[in-house]
C-alpha cells in the first residue's frame, strides 16, 4: 500500500495549554507512519507557544516532523484565513487540520491513509456525526481538492459555517 504524505495541521492563537496535552501525545500515537508532518502555525500567540516549540519539542523539529511557522501581525484570530494559510504551507498530499485541543488516537494517519487507497476523491469529517464533539473542525481532503475550490472561504467569521461551507463545494465539485 502506498503511504501517502500527509500534513497533521494545527493553528494556535493562545492555546499553549491545550497544545502542551494533545501535540506530543498525537506525535507518538502516529510515531509509525513515516510520511506524516506536524505542522503548527503560531497565529500571534502571547502564550509562550514559541519557546515551548523550541525548548519542548526541538527533536521533532530537528527531524523534519514538527514544522512550525510563526505569523506575530495577528492580533485577532480569524479561523478561515489562518486554515487557508497551513493548508498552503502543508507538503502532504493529503491535509488534515487537528485543532489544538483535539488527540488523533492512535494509528489515525494509517486510517487516513488506508481511507484515501480506497478512494481517492473523497474527503473525511464528521460533520454530521454527533457521537464526538471533539473532533468537530477535523476535515481530511487532498490538497489538491482543497485548492480547487479555494480553500475555506474568508468572508467567513465565527465558528462551525466555514467547515459545512467547506464540504458543501468540495461536494459540488464532485469530491465525496
Do not use: W
Request: hydrophobic share 35%; glycine share 6%.
Amino acid at each position: 500500500m502506498n503511504e501517502y504524505k500527509i500534513s497533521f495541521c494545527t493553528v494556535c492563537m493562545n492555546r499553549l495549554h491545550h497544545l502542551k496535552q494533545t501535540l506530543p501525545i498525537n506525535i507518538i500515537n502516529n510515531a509509525t507512519y513515516k510520511n506524516l508532518e506536524f505542522i503548527v502555525l503560531d497565529y500571534g500567540s502571547t502564550d509562550g507557544l514559541e519557546n515551548y516549540i523550541k525548548e519542548s519539542m526541538a527533536s521533532y523539529v530537528e527531524c523534519g516532523r514538527l514544522i512550525y511557522y510563526k505569523m506575530s501581525s495577528r492580533k485577532y484570530f480569524d479561523r478561515s484565513h489562518s486554515r487557508n494559510l497551513m493548508f498552503k504551507l502543508a507538503n502532504g498530499e493529503i491535509i488534515c487540520n487537528v485543532d489544538a485541543d483535539n488527540f488523533t488516537g492512535k494509528g489515525f494517519a494509517s486510517y487516513i491513509n488506508a481511507k484515501f487507497q480506497n478512494k481517492k476523491n473523497i474527503f473525511l469529517t464528521p460533520i454530521g456525526d454527533s457521537t464526538n464533539p471533539d473532533v468537530m473542525g477535523r476535515i481530511s481532503v487532498t490538497k489538491k481538492n482543497f485548492l480547487k475550490v479555494r480553500g475555506y472561504d474568508e468572508r467567513l467569521k465565527g465558528y462551525g459555517f466555514e467547515d459545512y461551507d467547506l464540504c458543501n463545494r468540495l461536494e459540488i465539485n464532485g469530491v465525496r
